[in-house]
């Protein structure tokens, strides 16, 4: 409620004609997200199986247990 009570309190600052336009602008914000909701940042698209291939190495011995925790094994 912040905004609109901000919003307002400047339009009565504003002389008429200039309310007319922002009465204007606000009609045709509320048609254009009428149709469509804002965009909002999407997420990259993530890849699919595979996109990894080729570009990353797993060393064979990966499950075994480190020597450094073989006594608490």
């Known amino acids: 409620m912040m905004i609109e ?5 400047n339009l ?3 002389p008429e ?4 336009t922002v009465l204007d602008y606000i009609e045709f914000l509320v048609k254009r997200y009428a149709q469509e909701p ?3 940042e999407k ?4 890849g699919g ?5 080729g570009k990353i190495w797993m060393s064979d011995d990966l ?3 480190l ?6 094994i």
């Open 17 to 20: 004609s200039v309310k007319q």
């Open 63 to 65: 499950d075994e247990p």
């Open 5 to 9: 009570t901000a919003i307002l309190k």
């Open 67 to 72: 020597e450094d925790l073989k006594n608490y």
């Open 38 to 40: 804002p965009k909002t």
């Open 12 to 14: 009565e600052k504003l």
């Open 49 to 53: 199986i595979g996109i990894w291939k």
């Open 43 to 46: 997420a990259a698209k993530r």
